[in-house]
């Protein structure tokens, strides 16, 4: 058959609403078997066991992710080759662990073989099928089911839809796990500390602030004239206005402020820059996560963030058109 435009997209089009149906199937289908089924993981985790992933075939790559899902979560998990493992990696297997063997089928010879080997470990079996009658269902001890009213492909052969809905299934499952442990950016951190996402994750706001000649602070009681100056020699478009005697924070003068004294009062310049100052500002510790200054940002729509110590003295500033060069946007 030509691919011709309209071909190409319908049928494309077709694929993504029959795994969309897959989804919702399964998202409806979920109930007290996947409530146990976490309640077990959530056990295992507690007790220091871990977590086995296997099946064979397309399910076998979708383990595999699953596994390293948990993993980058805190999880310690593993993929079990299924074949492999009647050859001596059962070798990894500790009592106490949670196994989940994946088969759409929950047929598959070689999960089948697998299973009654897994139970003499003293090893805790999840069928993760989207056969609920099947052998594998029938002999585990809790049950991830996945629905799938068909298949996207057209022949009905290559899984497609069921890989789809397994693969989000699994993530379901360790989402909630970590929603349950209190997984926190520092910890995610941790996890992924290569890469674009972990060194956005492990930036603090000490490293992408600005300081020194980078950053005016200048007493409440100098001119609005002389705090632009300041904010001009700097290059910034805010000056954090301290105490004079203790130097702890007491407002920032904006571009925007500095726009409105204009408008406000004709010798703007020569008054005291206080009474034009934004007073009360928004503010960021110095351990804070990058990714915390960006989310101040977005929810008051500012375009500067003053960095203050313990004490509230202001010790850097974190601009707005910083972060797109941090890739942190």
Known sequence: MALTTNSVLARARSCIRIERDALAATARGLG????????????AVAQGRKLIFTGVGKSAHIAGKIAATFN???????????????????????????????SNSGQSDEILRLLPMLRRFGVGIVA???????????????????????????????????????????????????????????????YHPAGNLGRVLLLR????????DRFPVASV???TQDAILAMTKAKSGSIALVDPR?????????????????????D??????????????????????????LRLFETYRIDDLIVVDARRRPVGLVDSQDLPKLKIV
């Open 205 to 212: 706001v000490r490293d992408i602030m600005r300081t020194g």
């Open 128 to 190: 993760f099928t989207g056969t609920p009658d099947s052998d594998l269902a029938r002999a585990a001890d809790h049950r991830l089911i996945y629905r799938v009213p068909r298949e996207a492909c057209p022949l009905r052969l290559a899984p497609t839809a069921s890989t789809t809905a397994a693969l989000a299934l699994g993530d379901a499952l360790a989402m909630v796990l970590l929603q349950a442990r209190g997984l926190t950016r520092d910890d995610f951190a941790r």
């Open 221 to 223: 009681r100098v001119s």
């Open 268 to 293: 703007f310049l020569r008054r005291p820059v206080s009474e034009f100052m934004t007073r009360r500002p928004k503010v960021i510790g110095e351990d804070a996560l990058g990714v915390d200054a």
């Open 246 to 266: 203790t130097r702890v924070l007491r407002g920032i003068l904006t571009d925007g402020d500095f726009r409105r004294s204009a408008l406000a009062a004709p």
């Open 32 to 43: 007290a078997e996947f409530v146990a089924t976490a309640r077990a993981v959530e056990k």
């Open 72 to 102: 980058s979560t805190g999880v310690s998990s593993c993929f079990l080759d299924a074949t492999q493992a009647l050859h001596g990696d059962l070798g990894l297997v500790e009592e106490g662990d949670l196994a989940f063997l994946l």
